[in-house]
C-alpha cells in the first residue's frame, strides 16, 4: 500500500450470532481512506455504522477480511501492538464523550500525551494549546461535570488530537448534543479537515455532509452509496 493510505479495508466482515441469530454487522467492506480525506459514514441505527468505525481503529476484531492502519495490519496485530498503534496514531471520538470525571479538562486532555511517555510539561503546554483551538482555554480548571456537552466534547475533541494522530475516528459526535452545540463541534470538524487531519465521522446527521469531502452511506453491513463530493466529479449535493 502506498504511504498516503491511512486505512484500508478488503472483505472486511463482522458478524455476530450464528444461524437464524447471524448478523452481519460488516459485510465485505472495501474501503481506502486517503491522507487528508474528510470522510462521512451515514446510514440509519443498526446498518453497521460503529462495528466498522471499531474494525478500522482496531477496537474491535474482524471475523473475516483485512484491515490495515497507517500501513499495518491490525486484524492479526497482538494485542499489546495494535494498543500501541492506537494510542500513537487514532484519536477516538464518542458520542458520549467517555471523559474521566474526576479530571479536569486540561488533566484529560493531556492523559493521552503522558501515557504515550511525553513529559509533563511539555503535555500540559499541548493540552493548553489544544483546549485554546477548540475555544476552552478559559474552562482548563473544570471539571467535566462543569461543562456543558459541547464543551465536553470539545474537550474530547482536544484529547483525541493530544497524540498528533494520523487519523481522528469519530461515532456520533453530534448524538448527544442541542443544535447550538452540533454547529460548534461541526466547525470544529470543518477547521481539521482544512488543517489537513485525516478523519471519518460515523453519524446520521446530514449537516456532517458539509465538513466531508466524501461520504459513504451505508445498508445491512455494506456500502450503498459512495461519493467524493469535493473537486470536480460530485452529485451536485453541494
Ligand atoms: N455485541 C453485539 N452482539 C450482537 N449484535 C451486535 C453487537 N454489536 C452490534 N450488533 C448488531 O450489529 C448491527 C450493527 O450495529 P452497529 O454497528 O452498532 O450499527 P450503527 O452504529 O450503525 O447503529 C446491528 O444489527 C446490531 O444490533
Ligand atoms: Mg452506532
Not at 459514514?41 to 473475516?64: A, E, V, Y
Not at 446527521?205 to 445498508?219: C, N, T
Amino acid at each position: 500500500m502506498t504511504g498516503s493510505t491511512v486505512l484500508r479495508a478488503r472483505g472486511l466482515t463482522r458478524r455476530y450470532g450464528e444461524d437464524d441469530g447471524l448478523v452481519r454487522a460488516v459485510d465485505e467492506v472495501d474501503l481506502d481512506v486517503p491522507a487528508g480525506q474528510a470522510l462521512a459514514i451515514m446510514g440509519p441505527s443498526g446498518c453497521g455504522k460503529s462495528t466498522l468505525l471499531h474494525l478500522l481503529g482496531g477496537l474491535q476484531r474482524p471475523t473475516g477480511g483485512q484491515v490495515w492502519l497507517a500501513g499495518h495490519r491490525i486484524d492479526t496485530m497482538s494485542e499489546r501492538a495494535l494498543a500501541r498503534l492506537r494510542r500513537d496514531s487514532v484519536g477516538f471520538v464518542f458520542q458520549s464523550f467517555h471523559l474521566m470525571d474526576e479530571l479536569t479538562a486540561v488533566e484529560n486532555v493531556e492523559l493521552a500525551a503522558l501515557l504515550a511517555g511525553r513529559r509533563p510539561r511539555e503535555a500540559r503546554r499541548r493540552a493548553l494549546h489544544l483546549l485554546d483551538r477548540v475555544g476552552l482555554a478559559d474552562r482548563a480548571g473544570h471539571l467535566p461535570s462543569a461543562l456543558s456537552g459541547g464543551q465536553r466534547q470539545r474537550v474530547a475533541i482536544a484529547r483525541a488530537l493530544s497524540n498528533e494522530p494520523l487519523v481522528v475516528l469519530a461515532d456520533e459526535p453530534t448524538g448527544n448534543l442541542d443544535s447550538a452545540a452540533t454547529l460548534d463541534v461541526l466547525r470544529l470538524f470543518e477547521e481539521l479537515r482544512t488543517a489537513g487531519q485525516t478523519l471519518v465521522v460515523v453519524t446520521h446527521d446530514a449537516r456532517i455532509a458539509a465538513v466531508a469531502d466524501r461520504v459513504i452511506s451505508m445498508r445491512d453491513g455494506a456500502f450503498a452509496d459512495d461519493s467524493q463530493l469535493a473537486g470536480t466529479v460530485h452529485d451536485g449535493r453541494r
